[in-house]
């Protein structure tokens, strides 16, 4: 199956209530007024959508979820990655039922040591061969504690149904390594809003970032404004949103982006899955004035 990956591509987070229950009609709401947006489609249960905090029947409910709000002209991306390849096959297979476009998988990493290169190629390849939808990799070692090398990547690559990767590292060296090395149609895309418009200099075709939950227009137009050769555009847009990206990623992380999306009109927020933490009066304090010297508030 192929697939046109370029884009911004929000992971959109997942909505609770004060005590952890699902909030799936919130999350419906907020998916309509990102429809409104011109994002290129969603990543459902990222990082940002607390896939870690849930079980396997809520996964399966917030894709049904999203697949009846997503329409077919936005790409879902289904985040399916668990740490053995056994149950990411079952979720992979989830996903396919469900309607997902493709599925982003996430390198397993609780047995760290042993998640070498060989034992990674082999996870990914299983999953690729057995699933009847294009797999994304998700490289995100702030979280998973492994960074995949652009060796790993580049072999990879050579599988027909791996079709991309989701960097998070930040290596923009890396990024132009590995697009120098694999097939024309894979596609690699920058993990996070910080360096977007550096990865697309490079070669990356689009970003999956928190930063376009928050600022989607803006994302939308660093990647046009790229495209249309206004680079001093899309530098400039670039710089005016780093300090909100690090708001919702490094700084405060999902419980930032959650309190991002109450501050804005209209989007649902709410609190994280413990044992993640609310932002405090103060945080939210500083978020806002980081919001309004963005333009966003």
Known sequence: MSLNLSGVFPPIPTSFDADGKLLLDKMKSNIEKWNTTPIHGYVVLGSNGEYVML?????????ETARAAIPREKL????????????????????????????MIVTPHYYKP????????????????????????YNIPA?????????????????????????????????????????????????????????????AVGVVAALANVAPRACVEIFEAFHAGNHARAKELQLEFIALNA?????WSVPGLKAALDLLDDYYGGPPRLPLRALGDEER?????????????
């Open 55 to 63: 079980n396997e029947a809520e996964k399966c409910e917030v894709w």
């Open 76 to 103: 879902f991306f289904a985040g399916a990655g668990a740490e053995s390849t056994q149950a990411t096959r079952a979720l992979v297979q989830h996903a396919a039922r469900i309607g997902a476009d493709a599925v």
């Open 285 to 297: 304090k500083a978020l806002r004035k980081i919001m309004q010297d963005a333009g966003v508030l």
């Open 143 to 203: 979280y998973a504690g492994i960074d995949m090398d652009a060796a790993t990547i580049i072999q990879l690559a050579e599988h027909p149904n791996i079709v991309g990767v989701k960097d998070s590292s930040g290596n923009v060296n890396k990024f132009a390594e590995v697009i120098r090395a694999v097939r024309p149609d894979f596609a690699v895309l920058a993990g996070s809003g910080g360096y977007f418009y550096p990865a697309l200099c490079v070669g």
């Open 114 to 137: 042993q998640m070498n290169s060989a034992a990674l190629v082999n996870h990914f390849r299983v999953i690729a061969d057995a699933s009847t939808l294009p797999v994304l990799i």
């Open 247 to 251: 708001a919702v990623t490094s700084r």
